[in-house]
């Protein structure tokens, strides 16, 4: 595999062919948020707070780290103004819809975020995808998928294979940025259980 040569935030910094941005940062200890990666899982792109600014052939644009691929000569500046500018938008986009996040609560002190000038809409997911992703990759069972479209997307387990799946897996819940997997997943149990009220009554 050959070698790479780029910049991040002025270090010349080594990297393998076919490595990401992130990937190569993490080799050295430049540290980019991201709230949608996961190493064992393809990379998604969904939440873009690792977004960085890059520079080749005298152009510059905002990427995403976790999907871009090192490039020799590539300069990459991980904190830059417009970085920095579209991270707080993002975070308070996703506040919007978290509130609560202890994730989303730290990012916002770190890069300063003080108020969320979007509608509040709480519906406790970012909609980053591990949960479906991680179902899907690495436990190959698709017991929770994404619903609907737009505005009204949300995740949801699938009853029949979560009710057999998911009692003793429950591998996802620590994955979720928000903690609002583990509300959902309590719900559709509690749905997919009968009422004790209901039940019948054993014969003594
Ligand atoms: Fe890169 Fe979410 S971590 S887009």
Do not use: W
């Not at 040569?5 to 540290?31: C, F, H, N």
């Not at 994955?175 to 004790?196: D, G, I």
Request: proline share 5%; glycine share 4%; aromatic share 6%.
């Amino acid at each position: 595999m050959s070698e790479i040569l780029l910049q991040i935030d002025g270090r010349e910094v080594k990297a393998e062919e076919g490595m990401t941005i992130l990937e190569a940062s993490r080799t050295v200890g430049i540290d980019i948020p991201t709230l949608c990666y996961h190493e064992k899982l393809e990379p998604y792109g969904a939440c873009r707070i690792c977004t960085v600014e890059v520079e080749t052939r005298g152009r510059t644009h905002l990427v995403a780290a976790c999907l871009y691929p090192v490039e020799e000569n590539l300069v990459v500046r991980t904190r830059s103004e417009k970085v920095i500018k579209i991270r707080k938008m993002l975070l308070e986009l996703m506040l919007a819809h978290a509130p609560e996040a202890g994730v989303l609560q730290d990012l916002a002190q770190e890069y300063g975020v003080r108020e969320v000038r979007f509608e509040k809409e709480p519906s406790f997911c970012i909609l980053c995808g591990l949960c479906v992703r991680y179902c899907a990759e690495v436990k190959k069972k698709n017991a929770i998928g994404f619903v609907d479209r737009g505005v009204r997307r949300e995740v949801s387990f699938i009853p029949e294979i979560a009710s057999k799946e998911c009692r003793n897996c429950k591998e996802c819940f620590s994955l979720c940025p928000t903690e609002a997997l583990q509300a959902r997943f309590l719900l559709t149990e509690a749905l997919m259980s009968p009422s004790p009220s209901f039940e019948p009554k054993s014969e003594e």
